[in-house]
Antibody, heavy 115, light 108 residues
Framework: EVHLVESGGGLVQPGGSLRLSCAAS????????MHWVRQTPGKGLDWISY????????YYSDSVKGRFTISRDNAKNSLYLQMNSLRAEDTAVYYC????????WGQGTLVTVSS | EIVLTQSPATLSLSPGERATLSCRAS??????LAWYQQKPGQAPRLLIY???NRATGIPARFSGSGSGTDFTLTISSLEPEDFAVYYC??????????FGGGTKVEIK
């Protein structure tokens, strides 16, 4: 059974940093592209980043480009999101999701940016 | 960026009724459109991909249709567990991948 489990969320001050992790199991992680998607409390869904199966192709949304860095470790079946220069508007639940039609999602981890 | 517009914002129906949800794209996305269901406190769940293909384990009462710019998600007979928010998403022209604003299906 496919499982994606995010961790690393929490409360951080504006300008601070946080690193999210997504642990994958139940499938051949190295064969699949992965994404990060976020959801502002009470609002809709926003795609923020993509990484190909071998890390050769990476994309970001304009809202996080230059501040966030996506990476993966296929040996550890893990996906990461390094978030720097955090802003209040980055407050959201962050989900990792598998491949481009998001067939599996994690349960999400809440990031709150506030002083 | 492709903008997806979902309508209506809220659909008030009774169990057993048919639900018809619309998603319109600002430019053609071919058949590269997916539908998701989200319940409170849960992650979204893939229902339909490539406009009309049901995802694994999705009941046959859910169906998707359309191509180009106009798409429909139909729930043939609403079950109590179907009351939720539904989102469409395109993967035709990206980045960015984009989602619609959602349709809430509520109990009348």
């Amino acid at each position: 059974e496919v499982h994606l489990v995010e961790s690393g969320g929490g409360l951080v001050q504006p300008g601070g940093s946080l690193r999210l992790s997504c642990a994958a199991s139940g499938f051949t992680f190295s064969s699949y592209s992965m994404h990060w998607v976020r959801q502002t409390p009470g609002k809709g869904l926003d795609w923020i980043s993509y990484i190909s199966s071998g890390s050769g192709t990476i994309y970001y949304s304009d809202s996080v480009k230059g501040r966030f860095t996506i990476s993966r470790d296929n040996a550890k079946n893990s996906l990461y999101l390094q978030m720097n220069s955090l802003r209040a508007e980055d407050t959201a639940v962050y989900y990792c999701a598998r491949q481009t039609h998001f067939d599996y999602w994690g349960q999400g981890t809440l990031v709150t940016v506030s002083s | 960026e492709i903008v997806l517009t979902q309508s209506p914002a809220t659909l008030s129906l009774s169990p057993g009724e048919r639900a018809t949800l619309s998603c319109r794209a600002s430019q053609s996305v071919g058949s590269s459109l997916a539908w998701y269901q989200q319940k409170p406190g849960q992650a979204p769940r893939l229902l339909i991909y490539d406009a009309s293909n049901r995802a694994t384990g999705i009941p046959a009462r859910f169906s998707g249709s359309g191509s180009g710019t106009d798409f429909t998600l139909t729930i043939s007979s609403l079950e109590p567990e179907d009351f939720a928010v539904y989102y469409c998403q395109q993967r035709s022209n990206w980045p960015p991948l984009t989602f619609g604003g959602g349709t809430k299906v509520e109990i009348k």
